[in-house]
């Protein structure tokens, strides 16, 4: 019996080594310069020999490409070919049209974004940057997009206390885990989040849940602008074309069994 046990709670053969693989393919999320095997090991806590060793393997696969000049690597064409085709299958490509709707609308940006671990990645919308395709990746905690995908939070998310430490980014920023629950409760009494200055002085956004029928957030969908002109007053003005849009994509984005 206990080495049935043991065998049971033991990791799959290779299993580190996908881990370690993995890893070093999120170290390029911050969309910065090539990395070198140096920076690899010094973000993964590796040697360098160990770090060189995995990404030569994902070269290999076209998942890395390393410049032959510099020696430095950075994410390869498999991997532009694995998020072009993600992209399309999730129906993304669907979701523009409606953002930009929404955006013409209320005079405000439009993001939809999903949770990844401790962020909010926005995949389509205004701070998806044209030159790369790549949307901005935001805290949860600081964040109406975030708010709303930890009010309905989908099975498997995390809660407010694996966050870690809630960094402050501007005075009004929620660092208490146990004001961020309370923020969240009332997120979920209203139906929607705001962040009024919470990640960047000047800057206002409401969000709405993309909702699933299990009542979970499959997506969030935000407008974003100034406190001038998304006010108090016109906040239910706002909610109404969100809320408009966040059921259109409800039906592009979700198969008929899974929708409200």
């Known amino acids: 019996m206990a080495e049935a046990v043991t065998a049971a709670q033991s990791p799959p053969a290779g299993a580190q080594a996908v881990q370690r693989a993995l ?14 095997a140096s920076d690899l090991a010094r973000r993964m ?8 060793r995995l990404a030569r393997t994902l070269v290999s696969a076209a998942f890395l490409e390393q410049d032959e000049h510099t020696a430095r690597y950075r994410l390869g064409p498999a991997v532009a070919e694995l998020g072009q085709l993600t992209f399309h299958q999730r129906g993304l490509h669907l979701a523009a049209p409606e953002l930009d709707l929404l955006s013409r609308r209320t005079g405000a940006a439009a993001d939809l974004a999903i949770r990844s671990g401790p962020h909010a990645v926005i995949l389509v919308g205004a701070s998806v940057r044209p030159d790369t395709g790549l949307g901005l990746r935001r805290p949860l905690h600081s964040t109406a997009l975030g708010k709303v995908l930890l009010a309905w939070p989908r099975p498997g998310d995390a809660g407010v206390a694996t966050l870690g430490p809630l960094a402050p980014f501007t005075d009004r920023t929620i660092t208490a885990p146990e004001r961020l629950a309370e923020e969240l409760a009332k997120v979920r009494t209203a139906g ?5 200055g919470e990640s960047e002085t000047g800057v206002r956004t409401v969000a709405v849940p993309v909702l699933d029928g299990a009542g979970q957030a499959r997506f969030a969908l935000a407008v974003r602008s100034t406190p001038v002109h998304l006010t108090d007053e016109r906040l239910d003005w706002f909610l109404d074309h969100a809320r408009t849009c966040a059921a259109a994509l409800a039906v ?6 899974q929708r409200i």
Do not use: E, I, K, R
């Not at 890893?23 to 310069?33: A, V």
């Not at 590796?46 to 770090?51: D, E, G, I, K, Q």
């Not at 592009?252 to 069994?257: G, K």
């Open 23 to 36: 890893g070093l393919l999120h170290c390029f999320h911050d969309n910065g310069p090539d990395l070198s």
């Open 45 to 52: 806590g590796l040697s360098v020999s160990t770090a060189h």
């Open 192 to 196: 929607h989040a705001l962040n009024d």
């Open 252 to 257: 592009l984005l979700l198969p008929p069994d």
